[in-house]
């Protein structure tokens, strides 16, 4: 059983910053992603970035460049520095965890936070 927490959502004006934070509690898979995927009224939800344990990281085309991902093991913590945040950037952020390896699937979800970013 895995739990996670989102926090650092909030309202910023265009061109300010954010720092999201996840931390994961419950059975931790020593080989995991975590990271964030976000949902925009109307729009499906997507992947923003995401963080091996290993420390291997994608990002959304989107975000590449405004974006930073990065995640502290010892405390099973992700983390998403957001630069230079857009109004396009508004939706909620969820985090996500992903078993890596094995034969068997395990996905967990946050409850999401909402960003806001205002023009």
């Known amino acids: 059983q895995v739990q996670l927490m989102e926090s650092g959502g909030g309202l910023v004006q265009a061109g300010g910053s954010l720092n999201l934070s996840c931390a994961a509690s419950g059975t931790i898979f020593s080989s995991n992603a975590m990271g964030w995927h976000r949902q925009a009224p109307g729009k499906q939800r997507e992947l923003v970035a995401h963080?091996?344990?290993?420390?291997?990281?994608n990002y959304a085309d989107s975000v590449q460049g405004r974006f930073t991902i990065s995640r502290d093991n010892t405390k099973n913590t992700v983390y998403l520095q957001m630069n230079s945040l857009r109004p396009e950037d508004t939706a909620v952020y969820y985090c996500?965890?992903?078993?890596?390896?094995?034969?068997?699937?395990?996905?967990?979800w946050g409850q999401g936070t909402q960003v806001t970013v205002s023009s």
């Open positions: 963080i091996t344990t290993s420390g291997s990281i």
């Open positions: 996500n965890l992903r078993k890596l390896g094995g034969a068997d699937r395990f996905v967990a």
